[in-house]
């Protein structure tokens, strides 16, 4: 049988072009600025991002501190950064994708899109979360992630 899989996909227009949101998104510096799940960075990383590289986080998941753990698996600049994240006992693959726009008023944004795919349910003692569960974690991931870096790339430019 298949493994089961759920995929989440969002995207958001960003007034800011494509640098400056894919800065925010790589220098680890400002990604615990913007991103308020984010709590501390555990190991110093130079040239993140960089294909096979781990970087450690505490980091907020509801009222509980756990481990993030990002391993970039494909890193094209200023287009495309996928990782594999262990998120406590949430491991998923997550694409950032980063598309130049002109709005209607000319002025230059970043089309960002964020997808996860992960397990369509997670073991947790005493039980599982289901997919219905888990889509709603990742739904929640993907929605907040993306709000605050909108938030702070047009804020920050």
Not at 50 to 74: A, I, K, M, N
Not at 128 to 135: C, K, L, Q, Y
Request: net charge neutral.
């Amino acid at each position: 049988m298949p493994h089961a899989v759920i995929t989440t996909a969002m995207s958001a227009a960003i007034g800011a072009n494509r640098a400056r949101v894919w800065r925010a998104i790589t220098d680890l510096a400002e990604r615990i600025r913007w991103d308020e799940q984010m709590l501390a960075l555990l190991e110093p990383v130079e040239s993140y991002p960089q294909v096979g590289q781990q970087v450690s986080w505490r980091y907020r998941l509801g009222t509980v501190s756990v481990v993030y753990h990002d391993r970039p698996t494909e890193v094209v600049p200023q287009e495309r950064l996928r990782s594999r994240v262990h998120l406590g006992l949430f491991h998923f693959d997550q694409t950032w994708s980063l598309v130049s726009e002109i709005s209607k008023s000319d002025i230059e944004r970043t089309r960002l899109g964020l997808q996860l795919s992960t397990d369509n349910s997670i073991p947790v003692i005493g039980g599982t979360i289901d997919r219905f569960g888990v889509r709603q974690i990742a739904v929640e991931y993907v929605d907040g992630r993306l709000r605050s870096l909108q938030k702070w790339c047009e804020s920050h430019s």
